[in-house]
């Protein structure tokens, strides 16, 4: 996944007495993508989301579209060379109205619309700029896709590149509240809230049997998922998941161990509920997980595991057993200190909802399954 960083543009890094004002302005320009608001992003590149946008005869001369999108709709070869996962700069023959971009920023449109373009690509002047608006779409929950400089625009609300840095920060992330819980896998477990003065998720540890720290804990991170969570669905293993390893640390406690389970509010690994959900229809139609997230314009994986690598550390955690069969996982929690003394398999059997999505994970995303 290519993110945006500062420090690859030769912007100066954010002082601290400039951060807080940062992240305000990070968190500002979510609520107005999420709101339909357009945003100028660095020294005057004003964006209007697609899919939220509105306003009476708005249109632009050029539509800003991630890597991704562009692969569907054949303009790969036209995406910045220096920077293969770099967004697309497109212009048409005539200018982009709100309803021909979503038509071009939502895969479900694609049969209402199957003739798309031709389009050109212009050299993205503010590729910096450029990639932080995709980043900012993701988190905002929107699809990636905005019309550049639309007239009539509004007021746009202003960021700067180096300001994503400050907010996703995962050293503002503290302990906020903490609470003895008893759950069904054990009657021995606490319950821990983190909050970061930035983001408004809000993740939470389960700490079952007593810690204990000369014995290394059982660690699970498990990724929101209200699917397969709450409404038991069978198109994931979620579910079954988590209450595997909530048994398993059950069982660890029972034989003087413990366990974490870190839950972390990233939800569709990290592109948001309906993105998700978009992702689900997608798979309908015939495409795995990986292909329904790209034809979103969405990365396949896009998880903060360095908030997890926090978290432990605010518990006061820095040797775990981890269960998992993510590769990735180990190495990014490695890349935070974090020593893992073993990978514990948590394989559990498919069912015929989600055979398909188990190898897909397994055949292009590299988990260690049979």
Same mark, same amino acid.
């Given at each position: 996944?290519?993110?945006?960083?500062?420090?690859?543009?030769?912007?100066?890094?954010?002082?601290?007495?400039?951060?807080?004002?940062?992240?305000?302005?990070?968190?500002?320009?979510?609520?107005?993508?999420?709101?339909?608001?357009?945003?100028?992003?660095?020294?005057? !590149?004003?964006? /209007?989301?697609?899919?939220?946008?509105?306003?009476?005869?708005?249109?632009?001369?050029?539509?800003?579209?991630?890597?991704?999108?562009?692969?569907?709709?054949? /303009?790969?070869?036209?995406?910045?060379?220096?920077?293969?996962?770099?967004?697309?700069?497109?212009? =048409?023959?005539?200018?982009?109205?709100?309803?021909?971009?979503?038509?071009?920023?939502?895969?479900?449109?694609?049969?209402?619309?199957?003739?798309?373009?031709?389009?050109?690509?212009?050299?993205?002047?503010?590729?910096?700029?450029?990639?932080?608006?995709?980043?900012?779409?993701?988190?905002?929950?929107?699809?990636?896709?905005? /019309?550049?400089?639309?007239?009539?625009?509004?007021? =746009?609300?202003?960021?700067?590149?180096?300001?994503?840095?400050?907010?996703?920060?995962?050293?503002?992330?503290?302990?906020?509240?903490?609470?003895?819980?008893?759950?069904?896998?054990?009657?021995?477990?606490?319950?821990?809230?983190?909050?970061?003065?930035?983001?408004?998720?809000?993740?939470?540890? /389960? !700490?079952?049997?007593?810690?204990?720290?000369?014995?290394?804990?059982?660690?699970?991170?498990?990724?929101?998922?209200?699917?397969?969570?709450?409404?038991?669905?069978?198109?994931?293993?979620?579910?079954?998941?988590?209450?595997?390893?909530?048994?398993?640390?059950?069982?660890?406690?029972?034989?003087?161990?413990?366990?974490?389970?870190?839950?972390?509010?990233?939800?569709?690994?990290?592109?948001?509920?309906?993105?998700?959900?978009?992702?689900?229809?997608?798979?309908?139609?015939?495409?795995?997980?990986?292909?329904?997230?790209?034809?979103?314009?969405?990365?396949?994986?896009?998880?903060?595991?360095?908030?997890?690598?926090?978290?432990?550390?605010?518990?006061?955690?820095?040797?775990?057993?981890?269960?998992?069969?993510?590769?990735?996982?180990?190495?990014?929690?490695?890349?935070?200190?974090?020593?893992?003394?073993?990978?514990?398999?948590?394989?559990?059997?498919?069912?015929?909802?989600?055979?398909?999505?188990?190898?897909?994970?397994?055949?292009?995303?590299?988990?260690?399954?049979?």
């Amino acid at each position: 996944m290519f993110r945006p960083c500062a420090a690859d543009y030769g912007i100066r890094p954010l002082s601290g007495s400039d951060q807080p004002a940062a992240a305000r302005r990070v968190a500002l320009a979510l609520d107005a993508l999420r709101h339909g608001w357009p945003i100028r992003i660095g020294d005057g !590149i004003t964006l /209007l989301p697609a899919e939220t946008g509105f306003g009476e005869g708005v249109r632009a001369d050029r539509m800003l579209i991630s890597s991704a999108r562009a692969v569907t709709l054949k /303009l790969a070869n036209q995406r910045e060379a220096a920077v293969p996962e770099a967004p697309v700069l497109i212009r =048409a023959a005539e200018p982009f109205t709100l309803e021909m971009a979503r038509s071009l920023a939502d895969p479900a449109l694609d049969l209402r619309y199957p003739m798309k373009g031709p389009f050109a690509a212009e050299p993205i002047e503010q590729l910096a700029a450029a990639s932080m608006a995709m980043e900012l779409a993701r988190l905002a929950g929107v699809l990636p896709a905005f /019309l550049v400089e639309p007239e009539p625009s509004g007021l =746009a609300q202003p960021v700067n590149v180096a300001d994503l840095e400050a907010w996703t920060d995962s050293a503002k992330l503290a302990i906020a509240a903490r609470a003895r819980l008893p759950i069904s896998a054990s009657e021995d477990a606490e319950i821990v809230a983190f909050r970061s003065t930035d983001d408004m998720r809000e993740h939470v540890a /389960l !700490i079952i049997g007593r810690q204990n720290g000369e014995r290394a804990p059982l660690v699970r991170l498990h990724s929101e998922c209200l699917t397969g969570d709450i409404l038991g669905s069978l198109k994931c293993d979620c579910g079954p998941q988590l209450d595997a390893a909530l048994a398993s640390m059950a069982g660890e406690a029972n034989n003087g161990g413990w366990g974490v389970l870190l839950y972390l509010r990233q939800e569709g690994r990290g592109i948001g509920l309906i993105n998700k959900l978009r992702a689900y229809q997608l798979q309908d139609q015939g495409f795995d997980t990986v292909d329904a997230n790209n034809r979103l314009g969405l990365p396949t994986e896009a998880r903060d595991f360095p908030v997890a690598a926090r978290m432990l550390w605010l518990l006061g955690v820095q040797q775990i057993r981890l269960m998992t069969n993510n590769p990735a996982k180990l190495a990014a929690l490695e890349a935070e200190g974090v020593t893992i003394t073993e990978r514990v398999a948590h394989q559990l059997p498919a069912n015929p909802h989600n055979q398909r999505y188990l190898a897909t994970k397994r055949d292009r995303a590299g988990h260690l399954l049979l």
